[in-house]
């Protein structure tokens, strides 16, 4: 058994452990992240293969100007520079027709009202709603769906899956399964302001920011250090067993991990009340993903004179119906709702990602490149002709892939799906049948991406504060 105890012990280095890990111990609390990989930043990792460097799956930072971002960079003093692309994203409909998110809500209303003139007051009336809404406010469409939010304002279908369609990818549900607050937060912390790209290139300089910052707040880091179990002793949170064996004490406990595998493995089905359980077993993850990487030839920047290659995200609708589409994507190679692309010109790149489920190693074994090369053939017949002429480099990786390294449940890109019943709920952020024990993340129910970890790390950093000045 170890002698040192500390005051906060955290599962998991994402954004959520190291914001929540950086306000504790700017604070003063003595805190120790434990990191099972070899490297922080969770899904906010970067990777290099031949000379170019990857983000390995999140690569926008959002809700900079509007959301608690800018707070959170301000309140850490993170000596890091951000530069928006604007638009953050271009959307091709089936038609092949294009509308944009800009910086400027006036242009993108404008866009989207040329392209459905039957609806021009609405699509006014429904951003200006989307721009002012507050937690508050947003609050009461908790228990109902985007569609219906959708419908309240438009008549017109294509409109509302043209709407709908990148919400699809940065939620991974359809309209008529995601949650109104949900989608409502997703466009103003994404879309409305979105495309926020750290000037070094690569996302893994948000994270080493955040490691940098920790450090320098005295926190300690341990990287490759899978913890095991979560020590609770009558009911309560008291250290954890690292899988070396260790013992490591401390008066608080966050994890920032997967809840599956939290409640289940760490904690044991035996420390939760048969409710909870139940509760847990009926909850559905987000989908999976499958993601194409590829080093591209210098010329490629020149051969296409083209406003993909800026940096937005472009989302490739492939059907009108994405609802349809959802639900018939069973055996078909690629996602028939469509893929995104986003392109960066510093590290002469590409990575493009479609929803994909989740299914065993030995399928992907079989079919991964299978797929790579009809996925590239894709963007190639959709966006750049002689794509292929330009690739050095190409890989893929899978729902497998993003399980391996994260753990995450079934390789869930958002968490919990953000279907109305399955947000803010209590029991995955700060459980009362266990004392002193708290999850961050996107698997808390309370935020998903960048900007909505961020949040739940911060706010659950001042609730720990808080306990603390109360128990003095
Ligand atoms: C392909 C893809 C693209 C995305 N793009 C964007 C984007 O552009 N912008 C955006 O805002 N969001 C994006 N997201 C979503 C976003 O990345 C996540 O919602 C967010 O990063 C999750 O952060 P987190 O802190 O909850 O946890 P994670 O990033 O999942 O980190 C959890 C950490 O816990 C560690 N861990 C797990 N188990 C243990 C254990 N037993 N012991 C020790 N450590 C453990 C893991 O190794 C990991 O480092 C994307 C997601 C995916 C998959």
Redesign the pocket.
């Known amino acids: 058994m170890s002698n040192s105890a500390y005051d906060a012990i955290i ?8 914001v929540c890990g950086c306000y504790l111990a700017k604070a003063g609390m003595k805190v120790l992240i ?4 070899n490297k ?5 990792t970067s990777f290099k293969r031949q000379g170019f460097t990857f983000d ?7 809700g900079y100007c509007k959301g608690y971002i800018k707070k959170i960079f301000q309140d850490l003093d993170l000596d890091i520079k951000l530069q928006k692309i604007d638009p953050s994203d271009i959307i091709i409909l089936p038609d092949k027709r294009q509308v944009a998110f800009w910086s400027s809500l006036e242009r993108t209303i404008i866009e989207f009202q040329s392209l459905f003139s039957d609806e021009v007051e609405n699509i006014k009336k429904f951003f200006d709603f989307l721009a002012s809404s507050n937690t508050n406010t947003l609050i009461s469409l908790r228990n109902k769906t985007f569609l219906t939010l959708l419908n309240s304002y438009f008549k017109n279908d294509d409109l509302k899956n043209v709407i709908s369609f990148p919400l699809l990818g ?1 939620s991974s549900l359809p309209p008529s399964q995601l949650s109104a607050f949900m989608g409502v937060k997703i466009f103003q ?2 879309l409305l302001d979105g495309g926020y790209y750290t000037q070094a290139g690569f ?1 893994q300089n948000f994270t080493d920011h955040l490691v940098k910052k920790f450090h320098h707040f005295k926190g300690e880091l341990r990287l490759s ?4 179990q979560i020590k609770i002793i009558k009911g309560v949170a008291a250290g954890v067993i690292l899988e070396n064996g260790e013992y490591l004490i401390a008066k608080h406990i966050i994890s ?3 809840a599956t ?1 939290t409640f289940l493995k ?1 904690i044991s089905s035996k420390n939760l009340p048969e409710t909870f359980f139940y509760k847990l077993k009926k909850m559905v993850p987000s989908s ?2 499958f ?1 194409a990487y590829v080093g591209l030839k210098e010329d490629f920047f020149t051969s296409y004179n083209s406003k993909f290659l800026q940096g937005s995200n472009i989302w490739v609708m492939r059907q009108k119906n994405i609802e349809e589409a959802y639900k018939n994507f069973k055996n078909q190679l690629i996602n028939p709702c469509g893929y995104v692309v986003h392109i960066s010109k510093k590290n002469k790149t590409l990575f493009a ?1 479609m929803n994909y489920p989740y299914r065993k190693k030995i399928y992907w074994k079989k079919n991964k490149y299978n797929i790579l090369s009809v996925f590239l053939k894709e963007i190639e017949q959709d966006l750049f002709p002689n794509f292929a002429d330009y690739i050095v480099y190409k890989d893929a990786a899978t729902p497998h892939t ?1 399980k391996r ?4 449940y079934k390789g869930a ?3 919990w799906a953000s279907s109305p019943s399955q947000l803010i709920d209590p029991d995955f952020h700060r459980p009362n049948f266990i004392q002193n024990f708290y999850l ?4 808390s129910t309370y935020g ?6 961020a949040y739940v ?1 911060y706010a659950t950093a001042h609730l720990i504060l808080r306990r603390r000045v109360n128990d003095r």
């Open positions: 599962i998991g280095a994402g954004i959520g452990g190291l434990c990191e099972q990989h922080p930043g969770g899904y906010c390995a799956a999140a690569h926008a930072i959002g940065n912390e994404f996302i250090t899978k913890v095991k920032n991990c997967d595998q760490l999976s993903g993601m990602f993003l390294f994260t753990s995450n890109t958002f968490g961050v993340g996107h698997w998903i991406g960048i900007p909505g970890v790390a």
